[in-house]
């Protein structure tokens, strides 16, 4: 019974972290003049969506506001049912995929067309580690711990 309920623990305290990086997001989305392009956590996405699709704001910003929202509807289903990690890990891969992208560009090409300095880079590899490899290494551990103990 205490293996479930530390379980529980865990799953809660992974949808409560992902409930503060939706509050971060959100915050970021409704910036006066626009969310500022360093201090986005998904900053690939809009990269790729200019460079390789060739959108423009009237698409970026609807797929922005659509992670936010699944963002914030994994992390009520994990804090609150303390489900869904399997979607939670196969989504956050997918939109962490264009920020992945967008650093190796950074680092191997230094920034081609965007050319950001150092620290630049640095930020948004920090905001990639808080906002997509802690979680879902959180959520891949969660995931393998309860294999163990179903199987």
Not at 1 to 24: P, Q
Not at 84 to 94: A, H
Not at 121 to 144: D, H, K, W, Y
Request: net charge positive.
């Amino acid at each position: 019974m205490s293996v479930r309920k530390s379980e529980i623990k865990r799953r809660r305290l992974l949808g409560a972290y992902l409930f503060g990086l939706s509050i971060y997001q959100i915050g970021i989305y409704r910036w006066p003049g626009g969310p500022p392009f360093i201090l986005d956590p998904r900053a690939g996405i809009p990269v790729l969506l200019i460079n390789h699709f060739s959108f423009d704001n009237k698409v970026i910003y609807p797929v922005e506001w659509i992670t936010a929202a699944w963002l914030v509807l994994m992390a009520a289903m994990i804090c609150f049912r303390g489900q869904f990690l399997k979607t939670y890990l196969i989504s956050e891969l997918i939109l962490a995929a264009p920020t992945a992208y967008y650093i190796a560009v950074l680092a191997i090409q230094h920034g081609g067309d965007f050319a950001p300095g150092f620290k630049d880079l640095l930020l948004t590899i920090i905001l990639f580690v808080v906002f997509s490899i802690v979680p879902a290494g959180f959520a891949a551990r969660e995931i393998a711990r309860a294999r163990k103990t179903d199987g």
